[in-house]
């Protein structure tokens, strides 16, 4: 009787540490490895690696919310037919608004692993070419993308992995494609 009295404390115990509410707020910078797929057959692109740096507010137990503001560069090589090319330079505000699950929610002071997904809200702010034929207006400057990811909390430091898939076109005309980019993250929370 006695051990179960015990076990019965026990999983009310670890059950109410599961669903319990926790705030963070964190900070985070990382480099991304975009991978640019074009559908004009005038126009080719080579990928290079950026960065992202951003915070986040998170909250929840066992299953969480989070959002927040994200600065992203995407650097890729675009080659036109007539044999023009050059580097861009897409500098995007994002606003990722993401819902997961916090897998060793009983132990995340000390040691947390966390699987995620959902939307991500992009504004395209600049788009620095050294190639004549790109501009700014040349790409779509609202978007929406979808992003997976997983993480680590080891105290009060994380590191995250994901990738973000772009579901509209990365061009406002003349051209169709898709910016997806693969990212890492390592960051702090308090």
Do not use: C, W
């Amino acid at each position: 009787m006695k051990t179960r009295i015990i076990s019965v404390l026990a999983i009310l115990l670890i059950s109410s540490q599961a669903f319990s509410q926790s705030k963070n707020v964190g900070f985070y910078i990382g480099p991304n490895f975009s991978n640019i797929t074009i559908t004009s057959p005038e126009l080719t692109a080579k990928n290079h690696s950026g960065f992202q740096a951003g915070a986040y507010y998170r909250k929840g137990g066992f299953v969480y919310g989070q959002m927040g503001l994200e600065y992203l560069r995407l650097q890729t090589d675009f080659t036109a037919n007539d044999s023009l090319s050059g580097k861009v330079h897409l500098n995007r505000l994002q606003l990722p608004l993401y819902g997961g699950l916090n897998l060793l929610n009983f132990s995340k002071k000390i040691l947390n692993v966390r699987g995620y997904a959902g939307p991500v809200i992009t504004y395209t702010i600049s788009a620095p070419s050294f190639n004549p034929d790109f501009s700014l207006t040349d790409f779509s400057r609202f978007g929406i993308n979808g992003t997976v990811g997983a993480g680590v909390d080891v105290l009060i430091f994380s590191l995250d992995a994901g990738y973000t898939f772009g579901l509209n076109n990365l061009f406002s005309s003349n051209f169709n494609g898709k910016a997806d980019y693969a990212f890492i993250n390592a960051g702090i929370k308090f």
